[in-house]
């Protein structure tokens, strides 16, 4: 789900108007759910508005990423930041260690996601906007997974913690609307319907991630959610026509065996 919704938004002739309708998508379900759960705990609301403000930055730097960038190469590297930096803010903020096994797990995962990205032919040696905004893009990832983990567990409530999270994503759209103006009109109604499938598949993707964080380490989560990357890169490569396909599938092998080496973890 989560590589799909962001091809939608690589192909998006208007990527600011396919991430503002998937907020509006996070938008609704958010109030949907917060009809239903109610209020999270008070000790959760400082990571509610922690991960709010992450959020605004990882649409700003999405956006600028696949302007610049293929998403067989943005996807694979903003993603395989994530998986040791959670694993570092885990350790450090939530008191989570992991075997020396499992660290060996995440990092040649890590190797693997990073690799089709930064391979020499085809990498972003040469690109150095795409370079920052996508490893940016990495950053503000491990940030906001880190602070939701942590987050939920106080909430005394996944879907409360999820729906005030979601539901403050509204700001994205009304700018982005406010920014377009009349030019609105012009938008596609097959544009508005693939915005809104991208929000929901988002919205899915990552409320099943949050709620994992109350059964699982975050380190974990982090690493097994990356097998995403396998998606993105094959999708990148045979169905966008994005070049380089032997290494940036091939490097997605390494990430299947760290996945499956930290899965066998104990």
Known sequence: MHASWNAIVKVGMDRAMVLALIALAHTVVGAAMIAVAGIPDPASWPFILASTLLHYGYYVCLHHAYRLGDLSQVYPLARGVAPLLVALGA???????????GWAAIGLASVGISAIALSRRGGMWDHPPTLFFTLATGVIIAAYSVVDGIGVRASGSPFAYMGWLFVWEFPVTLVVMLRRGRALRAVALSNVAKGLAGGL??????????????????????????????IAALIGTLLLGESHWRQRCGAALLVAAGIAFLATMK
């Open 201 to 230: 598949l988002s919205v899915v993707a990552y409320s099943l991630v949050i709620y994992a964080a109350t059964l699982a380490p975050l380190a974990a989560i982090s690493a097994v959610r990356e097998s995403s990357v396998i």
């Open 91 to 101: 350790w450090a903020f939530a008191d989570e260690a992991l075997s020396a096994g």
